[in-house]
């Protein structure tokens, strides 16, 4: 990177000082269901910003973790805002054995090191470098730290919305790619729960006519499964089955989780009207079938102005010395709820690494100040840009 850069100047300076802060944030237990945990990471973020000149809220929850909204205090009044979103949940549970932070020369470990608390790390200080050139004061900034995202974002979903809407553009900072690369699309997707009600019996007895919810499970997860197109984009998977009680019962109750990918919204309608047809087809007599959609995120088409804003980002790396390229990525964020208020929003903008949602979870170590570096002059030549007419 730039030596001379002064946002690189200021990360140089405190390097240390942003790996003890993602030691400790990774130390702080924060699984999607742990709202104490998750309420315990919150105030220590909120903590961290004591000394700069931003407003901390809290939002309290009841069942999920409070989620923290911080804004920069511009002296002017803006209309519109710049948003960046990242999630303090992980998807390990409270009692998990993966509860430890380690790093050697290069890497570092640890449960949620890049998904996403690497990528928090990065925008604090990102935001502690703009504030020592005082910058916090002429660019507004919205920073909506979330408690939910790995379970689908439900009690999030209308806040990232809400401030989506007053954004002229947006940074998500879920981990980068593995050569540095920047999602400028996604696919959307939707999680259905289907649930089957056949007639209890003793197996023993059950003649050609017997109802069991399996068999009728059986038949309707071929069907699903019958969607999937790759050519088309779509993917269909039934990730899990629960079902009877015993080898020598007819089984009364059978259900199964199931998982969707498209494109296209038009195909989210395909993909619907489907659900409906499959659910209600009766393939074994006295069956009830139906289905509760558990969640869903619209798609983030690579747009115009996605990728106009990742050009500018480009050229933003390509001036402190990285080099970044462009992704489309099969899984979601919340930068799909953004795309779906058609504001323009790049992901991927946190550290690099990978086996996030393993025990073998990693951070290449210089992506921390790298990814800092380029977030935080990112956000001064985009909003320059924009107000000089020259962002999308």
């Known amino acids: 990177m730039t030596p001379h850069n002064p946002i690189t100047t200021f990360l140089k300076a405190h390097e240390r000082e942003m ?48 989620h923290l909204v911080v804004r920069s205090l511009c002296d002017g009044q803006f209309n519109t805002q710049i948003l960046l979103v990242g999630h303090m949940d992980t998807v390990f549970p409270k009692d998990t054995g993966f509860n430890w932070y380690r790093e050697d020369d290069s890497l570092c470990y640890g449960p949620g090191v890049i998904d996403m608390k690497g990528g928090l790390a990065a925008g604090i200080f990102a935001l502690k470098a703009l ?8 660019i507004p900034i919205t920073f909506i730290f979330n408690s939910d995202e790995e379970i689908g974002s439900p009690s999030s979903k209308a806040l990232v919305q809400e401030e989506a809407k007053k954004s002229i553009f947006a940074f998500v900072l879920e981990t980068g790619g593995r050569n540095g690369e920047i999602v400028t699309g996604r696919k959307g997707n939707l999680s259905l729960e289907l649930k089957i009600k056949g007639r209890a019996g003793h197996a023993a007895f059950a003649g050609k006519d017997k109802a069991s919810a399996i068999v009728e499970l059986a038949h309707k997860i071929i069907e699903f499964e019958s969607l999937n197109n790759p050519d088309r984009g779509i993917s269909v998977n039934v990730g899990r089955v629960d079902g009877g009680i015993g080898p020598n019962t007819v089984p009364e109750h059978a259900s199964a989780r199931i998982d969707f990918r498209f494109l296209k919204s038009s195909d989210k309608a395909y993909l619907e009207q489907k659900m409906a047809e499959i659910t209600q087809k009766q393939n074994i007599q006295n069956t009830r079938s139906q289905f509760v959609v558990l969640s869903g995120r619209p798609p983030m088409p690579v747009s115009e102005k996605n990728k106009s804003l990742f050009n500018a980002v480009k050229e933003t790396a390509t001036s402190i010395g990285l080099s970044v390229d462009e992704e489309f990525r099969a899984g979601v964020s919340d930068a799909n709820l953004i795309a779906g208020e058609n ?27 790298q990814r800092s570096a380029l977030l935080a002059n990112a956000i001064i030549e985009c909003w320059e840009k924009y107000n000089q007419g020259l962002l999308f």
């Open 131 to 138: 504030d020592d050139e005082n910058l916090l004061t002429r």
């Open 19 to 66: 790996f003890k802060l993602l030691e400790k944030m990774v130390l702080i237990q924060s699984g999607s269901f742990n709202k104490d945990g998750i309420d315990k990471l919150g105030r220590f973020i909120k903590s961290t910003f004591q000394s700069n000149n931003v407003s901390c809220r809290v939002i309290e929850q009841d069942r999920y973790g409070n």
């Open 343 to 369: 504001t323009p929003v790049i992901d991927g903008l946190g550290p690099i690494g990978a086996m996030d949602h393993s025990k073998d979870e990693y951070m290449i170590k210089e992506s921390l100040l």
